[in-house]
């Protein structure tokens, strides 16, 4: 399954069509729908920080159903140690050695047992984990940066890691803030 955006909006049929209607309104239809789910549509577009971008920009200060639009650099595996990897190496390469940040993790990941099997990793477990790959000073508070990891069900019995690597202002609610440089 391939997405590298995720849109969150107040559920409902009616605000998914209205949804629709904003995202052509403000970028057009360059996107492939990859998934709708309630309240969560996944789609794969061009430069998914471009379109945070156009989104903010079109939408700030109006009335819309969506609350988030978030880029993604990389759909993983939900086991911890792969996220760990893959984000120890966006956070390496994107955040200042002098700046802020913070994990933030919607949902949960696992761990492999002695045995293969997939075991619930414990959240905070998982972020110390991932945290420990990253030597950059933690501000749980007022981060200049994020590592967002959010878990995605996409199939009956599948789920993916979508992981995001961007300043803090890209992970607030499309209506507040104005926009900014996500990178």
Known sequence: MSFNLI?????????LDWVFSQINECIGTSYVVTRVKPSMILLNVENPYEVWKKLKQCLYNKNTAIYRVIPVDEVVDPIV??????????????????????????GKLY???ANGRL?????????????????RKVDLENPQWVVYIRTVPVGRWFIVAALSVAKAVVFKNIRVDPPQEPL
């Open 7 to 15: 849109i969150t909006y107040e559920p409902g049929r009616e605000n």
């Open 81 to 106: 140690e792969r996220v760990a990897k893959k984000a120890s190496e966006y956070a390496l390469s994107r955040i200042p050695q002098d700046a802020t940040y913070r994990i933030t993790l919607h």
């Open 111 to 113: 761990t492999l047992d």
């Open 119 to 135: 075991v619930r990793s414990r959240t905070l477990d998982a972020i110390r984990l991932i945290a420990e790959g990253i030597p």
